[in-house]
């Protein structure tokens, strides 16, 4: 299971949301459902941000949705997004991961 979330933040913000969410990437890591954490800025927009997130299934991700560390940042969007995140959560159709490609950036 995957959940893309795609964030717009305001300017004076950015900082701090990619500080909140460098910190769900290290709460995450240890969370046996999580396979993937990655942020990701927008090449072209520094304020549209996206996480692609990866679960081993449903409840993983449910779970992860749950933790202490994810409401603490969900409580946090109203002051630092300029509107609500869009997420979308989606299974593999079709696709492939390179061997080796582990933490590359």
């Known amino acids: 299971m995957y959940l893309t979330c795609i964030f717009n933040v305001r300017p004076e913000s950015r900082d701090a949301l990619l500080n909140a ?46 933790s202490a560390a994810v409401s ?9 997004l300029d509107r609500p995140p869009l997420l979308i959560k989606s299974k593999r159709f079709a696709g ?3 061997s080796g490609l582990d933490n590359q950036i």
């Open 21 to 66: 969410l460098a910190s769900l990437v290290e709460h995450s890591h240890s969370e046996s459902g999580t396979l993937q954490y990655e942020v990701l800025v927008d090449r072209d927009d520094e304020n549209r941000i996206i996480v692609f997130e990866r679960y081993s299934g449903a409840p993983a991700l449910q779970a992860h949705l749950e």
């Open 96 to 98: 492939f991961v390179h």
């Open 72 to 80: 603490s940042t969900l409580a946090r969007f109203d002051e630092w």
